[in-house]
């Protein structure tokens, strides 16, 4: 039968050379509605700010429904594992659909597939997985770890007393720090709960949801036998890309710990009073570049803590994010990966193939406008009074 695979002409390359040649894609999906009643629960639990439980679980069910249905899928194709598993939402009006995509792969010459006891999944593609194969890591299963949260009324009302002036808001600072952690803490989670010692390739996502944000982590449970006991309990976390992390284990060192470090300024009415008078001449608007500076030291100060408190010798791949939080408010975020030597964990290549490490040019392009961007354009030209 035609195999139609998601892997290109790199990745069927790169998984050949561990051994596996391309499957079938498969997918999984659900369709959920959030409901009248789990509306009014959730926006009950949005006056006092952080995590909002009851949208979390929905979102978490949808997610994993998906993502069964997918494995069911790759075993009816008698797949030896799933790679560059993503987790969606698509809005369909008033209902959420939950898709799982990922594509099966096969034992090179094994004549014909059998069933096997275990399907791996990974949210690596055939590239990435090839890397993480090669520093020593096995594949056990996909995983994630979600929040949906609120910054919420109370907390706005903290905060906005506390934006009367310039300076950290701490109310807004210590429940965004809590709730950016927790996405990490349940990626490890069901790492350890699936049996493996470290979770590779950690990408994270903060989108919009009905009025409301979910943050989400997703990456591939794995396991190396050569590992510290300790990450069998408290499994590694790193969100390094896969060519990163090769080239950081080959230096010698291995990924401990994702860290991250949340902090959230406010520039304050006098502030934002000077600063909109000094936007009327040129030059430096010295007000926002100290506050946007402060900003990022307290969040890089809170990652090397954290890196520090699990023994790593230097955090690497630091980037930063700015969000605007509205009314002069803004969050950063600082994130990157602790590492510390381990002589032990090496390379089984001495060089990492050039099929590895090419990008694949993208060879289809969509510039039609959807009718939700043509519908947009219309309203703002006054042209229509649609939903």
Known sequence: MTIITGLSGNELYCMREKGF???????????FALGFVGGIASGLRTIAGGEIHEITSIIKEGRQLAYLRMVEEARRHVGEGVTGVTSQLIFHDTNIEYLAIGSTIHRVGEGKPHAPDHVFSTSANGQALYCQMDCGFEPVQFVFGNVAYALGLAGGIMGSLRSMKSGEVIEYSQMLNKTRHLALQRIAQEAKEAGANAVLGI??????????????MTGTASHHPDLPSEFMDNPITSDLTNEEMWNVIHAGYCPIKLVLGVSVFSIGIAGGIKAMFKSFVRGEVKELTYMIYQARLKAINMIQEDAASCGAEDVVGVKTYVYDLGG???????????????????????NLIPQAIIKDTETFTNKVPTWGEIAQRMRERGMYGGA
Not at 203 to 216: F, R, V, Y
Not at 328 to 350: D, F, Q, R
């Open 21 to 31: 040649e391309p499957g079938n894609l498969v997918i999984g999906n659900s369709v």
């Open 203 to 216: 990408e994270t996502l903060i989108s919009p949801l009905a009025g409301i944000q979910e943050m989400l």
């Open 328 to 350: 002069g408010v803004i969050e950063l975020i600082a994130i990157g990966t602790a590492i510390k030597k381990m002589p032990n964990i090496k390379t089984k290549s001495v």
